[in-house]
T-cell receptor, first 120, second 110 residues
Framework: GAVVSQHPSWVICKSGTSVKIECRSL??????MFWYRQFPKQSLMLMAT?????????EQGVEKDKFLINHASLTLSTLTVTSAHPEDSSFYIC????????????????FGPGTRLTVL | GENVEQHPSTLSVQEGDSAVIKCTYS??????FPWYKQELGKRPQLIID?????GEKKDQRIAVTLNKTAKHFSLHITETQPEDSAVYFC?????????FGDGTTLTVKP
């Protein structure tokens, strides 16, 4: 299957600082990537859909000015958590979807290894 | 939007027994239903998936069934082994955007 990498794998920062997380598709071009957040013992919650060359689509309740997403190339999407606070501490996971076989429907998602963010 | 409900939240079985996890979804336009296994601190791993034009799919000890009319799908694991212990998530997807269930923590006792 396709390989998706994420960097960094973990980060600890002080409250008020910004943190950038990179998501790369290593062996295929991903026109669409997804960003999820997962709190301990909870499910994956979709934050936003990142489209190459256009603005990201945010899910309801996700602050677009706080979670900045940039999808500048077909292999790289970045998530920047601005002015991070302790409540932003979470496991952030990206995924890239492969184009489907008909009608442009995207099928299987390939997940990155995740980034553990801890805000002190 | 899509709503996915998953049951049970925890499941404990004896090694060798079968395990069944069930999910329901609300959006009739969802057409792709993957199941993921996630170990602590790691990424979700796809274990099996099914598309809306298929009613059942099997891969060795794992099978998934889909009832489009009732909008529910199930994961079946037979001959469970201790290494099957993990959190399992179902998801319903349309055009790549997935909504996940809340997860089932499966424990297989040796």
């Amino acid at each position: 299957g396709a390989v998706v990498s994420q960097h960094p794998s973990w980060v600890i920062c002080k409250s008020g600082t910004s943190v950038k997380i990179e998501c790369r598709s290593l062996d295929f071009q991903a026109t669409t990537m997804f960003w999820y957040r997962q709190f301990p013992k909870q499910s994956l919650m979709l934050m936003a859909t990142s489209n190459e060359g256009s603005k990201a689509t945010y899910e309801q309740g996700v602050e677009k000015d706080k979670f900045l997403i940039n999808h500048a190339s077909l292999t790289l999407s970045t998530l920047t958590v601005t002015s991070a606070h302790p409540e932003d501490s979470s496991f952030y996971i990206c995924s890239a979807a492969t184009p489907g076989t008909s009608g442009g429907t995207y099928n299987e998602q390939f997940f990155g290894p995740g980034t553990r963010l801890t805000v002190l | 939007g899509e709503n996915v409900e998953q049951h049970p939240s925890t499941l404990s079985v004896q090694e060798g027994d079968s395990a069944v996890i069930k999910c329901t979804y609300s959006d009739s336009a969802s057409n792709y239903f993957p199941w993921y296994k996630q170990e602590l601190g790691k990424r979700p791993q796809l274990i099996i998936d099914i598309r809306s034009n298929v009613g059942e799919k099997k891969d060795q000890r794992i099978a998934v069934t889909l009832n489009k009319t009732a909008k529910h799908f199930s994961l079946h694991i037979t001959e469970t082994q201790p290494e099957d212990s993990a959190v399992y998530f179902c998801a319903a997807s349309r055009t790549g955007k997935s909504t996940f269930g809340d997860g089932t923590t499966l424990t297989v006792k040796p």
